[in-house]
């Protein structure tokens, strides 16, 4: 699993096929394309608060939270070695970010007494769980959604090889 997440690309997720907040997740590559660049913190504010409005929304975490995270952390070790401001910047908000989806992310653990979340983080992308090219309506199986919760925070904390340990959740 550690491997599948490490070589995992944007352009690899179907970002237009996942339910957010408002919408799709179409405009993400765009919002990460500004974050790589570490040129602008208005740029690479208005893209954090864009992803992140969508990924998160009274207390609803939605479909793209945990590949959102997969790219956030990389951005972190990027922004951690580079040593400009807006790297700096960046850094410091990423480290927030994940405090807060963490803190999402237990407060939605207690809704989810029906069992354990899909067994492989990479079925997440299977077409049982992302929206017809044609639809716009959300449908997720029960499970999808503990799944959001489940491997963002073990994304967040690293913890790549407990995927299936339920009782640290």
Known sequence: ????????????????????????????PEFFAVLEKMQSVDDMNDALD?????????????????????FFKRLLKKAENIHTPEAEWLAKEIQHTF?????????????????????????????????????????FEADYEHSIVYYTKRIIDGRFNSWAVKEDI
């Open 99 to 139: 405090e807060w989806i963490l803190d999402a992310c237990d407060y939605r653990v207690y809704e989810f007494p029906h069992g354990d979340p899909i067994t492989d983080f990479a079925e997440m992308l299977e077409d049982k769980y992302l929206l017809p090219n044609y639809y716009y309506e959300l449908c």
């Open 50 to 70: 864009n992803i992140l409005s969508e990924v998160e929304h009274q207390d609803s975490l939605y479909q793209p939270l945990p590949f959102v995270m997969i």
């Open 1 to 28: 699993m550690e491997e599948y997440i490490k070589n995992l690309k944007i352009e690899d997720i179907p970002w237009h096929r996942m339910i957010t907040a408002y919408g799709t997740a179409e405009k993400f």
